[in-house]
């Protein structure tokens, strides 16, 4: 996924990394969870079509520390599985350079 970075008057990138975080309250009952996430590669530079979308990757991310039948709240690090490189289907996101991201 693209990072959306802001850039200064002279083109040089303003800011950190993204970083991409989720809260859960969770209680398990049996098997330990995990958090299926997929990733889309979304086509909507033209408005006057319709945009279009492709999934490029799919992920199962453990939540930890889930004791069985017992609340617990969680926070679970999506960063490095969103921000990785997956390889876009659309012309524009696959010349984007490493270090020019939109």
Partial sequence: MPEFVWFDSSGDPVGSTPEYT???DVRR?????????TLFDVNDTDPTVEPSSVAIHEAEIPVPGTPEDEWTTVYID???????RYGG???KTR???AGRRC
Avoid: C, F, M, S
């Fill in 22 to 24: 989720v809260q859960l």
């Fill in 95 to 97: 010349k984007l350079p």
């Fill in 78 to 84: 999506l960063t490095d599985v969103i921000n990785a």
């Fill in 89 to 91: 289907v659309h012309e």
């Fill in 29 to 37: 009952l049996g098997e330990p969870p995990v958090i299926r996430l």
